[in-house]
Every structure is written in C-alpha cells, then in structure tokens.
C-alpha cells in the first residue's frame, strides 16, 4: 500500500515510533517503516518529506545534518519531548480506532 492510498495522518504514528528508537534519515525512516509494517506501507520521498516537515514544524521533531552511512550530506530527523507526547496520544488514539473497526467487523 502506498502512503498516497493512506488517510492524512496515518503515516505520523510509523515515522514517531521508528525515531522513538533513535534519530534516522528520511530513506532510513522509509526502510524502517517498511519493515515494521511488514512491507504493507510502501512510503516513497514525495509523501515521506512533506510528513517530516510538518511534525518539524509543529515540534514533534528535530532535525540536524549529518553524514549518511553511504558518505552522503543527509538531514537526520529525531524525537522531541512534544513528539514523544505525541507518540503516546497517536498510540492512544489508533488503538481505539482499531478496536472500533475491530467490533465493527465482527458485528453481526
């Protein structure tokens, strides 16, 4: 599933939960997000960075240059104390709309 396909806001909780365990790029946020969600979201640069930037912009994250393992100029995003706050609600918030979509399905 592509992150185009996705509902505004879904890819928040994947890119807080991977730089819950450390600061990482944008293609290492990417790969991360591809593996803990078992390859179903596929998150490609042109949704990822507009994603990062708006949890940049609203405090969430922090961001500073460094060097990739590939020697290459990469901006290394990581958690802030708002966007650990945030992490907690957005778990909150999507266990609840998973245990609603959970009951509706199996409603009978």
Not at 42 to 66: D, I, K, N, Y
Not at 79 to 88: E, F
């Amino acid at each position: 599933m592509a992150a185009e396909d996705l509902l505004p806001g879904t890819l928040d909780l994947p890119i807080l939960q991977t730089l819950s365990l450390g600061p990482q790029h944008g293609l290492g946020i990417s790969r991360r997000i591809g593996q803990i969600t078992a390859g179903t979201f596929r998150v490609m640069p042109g949704s990822l960075f507009p994603v990062l930037h708006r949890m940049e912009e609203q405090g969430w994250l922090a961001a500073e240059w460094g060097e990739s393992e590939t020697n290459r100029k990469a901006k290394y995003y990581r958690l802030t104390k708002p966007g650990q706050r945030r992490l907690g609600k957005e778990k909150d918030r999507w266990d609840k709309v998973a245990l609603a979509i959970r009951s509706a399905l199996e409603a009978r």
